[in-house]
């Protein structure tokens, strides 16, 4: 399966910014679906989580309550909706697919990564 995040861009603090993965491949449906994120100096941190069937969702702490992520399986989609939008959100943002139904936080467990898109938040 192949990704392109797409979505980013410059917001100021407290705006929502929605965050769109469209992958190809018949068989999207059957990989669960990660969101993770890289600011300058920093490793790569998990986001979000969705499993195949979009039952299941993982969030990091420091997005919980701000963040949703959903899936659409007809259209092979991911989005990541922020709001309330800090400038410590400010990243590069990439989706990522692993080749099970269950979702997953590790940056290990997952095999397929998209060319990530930037975010910036201004405070």
């Known amino acids: 399966v192949q990704l392109q995040a797409s979505g980013g861009g410059l917001v100021q603090a407290g705006d929502s910014l929605r965050l769109s993965c469209a992958a190809s491949g018949r068989s999207f449906r059957t990989y669960a679906m990660g969101w993770f994120r890289q600011a300058p100096g920093k490793e790569r941190e998990f986001v979000a989580s969705?499993?195949?069937?979009?039952?299941?969702?993982y969030y990091a702490d420091s997005v919980k309550g701000r963040c949703t992520i959903s899936r659409d399986n007809v259209q092979n989609t991911v989005l990541l909706q922020m709001n309330g939008l800090k400038p410590e959100d400010a990243a590069v943002y990439y989706c990522?697919?692993?080749?099970?139904?269950?979702?997953?936080?590790?940056?290990?467990?997952?095999?397929?990564w998209g060319q990530g898109t930037q975010v910036t938040v201004s405070s």
């Open positions: 969705i499993s195949s069937g979009g039952v299941t969702t």
């Open positions: 990522a697919a692993r080749n099970v139904w269950f979702a997953g936080t590790l940056q290990g467990e997952y095999d397929h």
